[in-house]
């Protein structure tokens, strides 16, 4: 089985320098597992590397806009790289905090979504979708979040297609395709929430709310699928005065904090990970050794 390593974690945790500290040492390239940094122009809100410091990158600054991109799309993605960088030998790694997008692509998950019938949702709300998925399907449903309108949408065109979303997923057997190992980033969450609330206070200095009007500017709307990422889509009652730029910024800080919780609920639950605290100078030299013992096959 091909090896690949994986990063995981929420924002401000530090994935990003230990990702190019491990690429470094074990002759790694990186795929981003993160939903917003394949679109260009998305990237001061999304967190997008500045300096890749000579490793190769891989899903960043791909699509526009106006394009879609799913889990399926990542998880056919994902796995042409991973071969290709395979191929070259050098040690494929994933780095991100989108979840679904990762375990997809490690685990035998099948999507047949794009051969079927998509409905129209656009005269409902985010909570009539969420009511009638929990009416069809409240096994899938407690698992989105009723603000995640693509996957609320995804998952009621699967039950109108046929057998509902969480029937399709039981039958898979979820037998992992690669020899991964995952590592997990890790803090005191007092210390992590307060360098969230930092990071997005640095991404306001850098110039966040200009880099979402120039994307207003040149044509995007708060509709198009990246200007509903945290960091962006907070923006829009700004934009029709509805809200104060420190309101707005505010409001990014407790949805990323919020959102950091939910992602260490899902991976603690979906996935087998070795979690790493990023202060603890021993729990990162017990990695090092963890990753070379699994490089050479001893575990």
């Known amino acids: ?29 990186i795929i981003s597992g993160d939903s917003i940094q394949i679109y260009k122009g998305f990237d001061i809100g999304s967190g ?46 994933i780095v991100g905090g989108t979840g679904l997008y990762i375990k997809a692509s490690l685990y035998d998950y099948e999507f047949s979504l794009d051969k079927q019938e998509k409905g129209d949702y656009s005269a409902f709300s985010n909570q009539e979708l969420y009511d009638k998925l929990m009416e069809i399907d409240s096994v899938s449903a407690q698992k989105i979040h009723i603000n995640n309108r693509i996957r609320l949408e995804r ?15 039981a ?20 210390i992590l929430y307060e360098r969230i609330n930092q990071r997005v206070l640095m991404m306001a200095k850098e110039g966040l709310k200009e880099e979402v009007t120039n994307l207003l500017a040149n044509g995007a709307t708060f509709d198009n699928q990246p200007m509903k990422g945290i960091g962006y889509r907070q923006w829009q009652d700004y934009f029709v005065n509805k809200k104060s730029e ?26 087998n990970v070795h979690w790493v605290n990023m ?21």
């Not at 998952?155 to 997923?169: F, H, P, Q």
């Not at 898979?172 to 890790?186: E, K, N, P, R, V």
């Open 155 to 169: 998952a009621l065109d699967i039950a109108a297609n046929g057998e509902v979303k969480s029937a399709k997923e």
């Open 1 to 29: 089985m091909k090896k690949v390593l994986v990063i995981v974690g929420p924002t401000a945790v530090g994935k990003t320098d230990l990702s190019l500290h491990l690429a470094k040492q074990f002759n790694g390239e």
């Open 279 to 299: 202060l603890d100078d021993k729990a990162i030299n017990d990695m090092y050794i963890l990753i070379k013992e699994w490089l050479d096959g001893r575990i």
């Open 246 to 271: 420190e309101e707005v910024i505010g409001e990014i800080q407790k949805c990323s904090r919020n959102f950091a919780k939910r992602q260490y609920t899902w991976f603690n639950n979906q996935l």
């Open 171 to 190: 039958k898979q057997q979820h037998h992992l395709l690669y020899d991964a190992l995952i590592i997990g980033c890790t803090m005191d969450r007092t």
């Open 48 to 93: 997008k590397i500045k300096d890749m410091q000579g490793i190769k990158h891989y899903a960043i600054d791909c699509l526009d806009v106006h394009d879609n991109y799913s889990v399926y799309d990542f998880q056919k993605l994902s796995r042409k790289y991973i071969d290709e960088i395979s191929q070259r030998n050098h040690l494929p790694m």
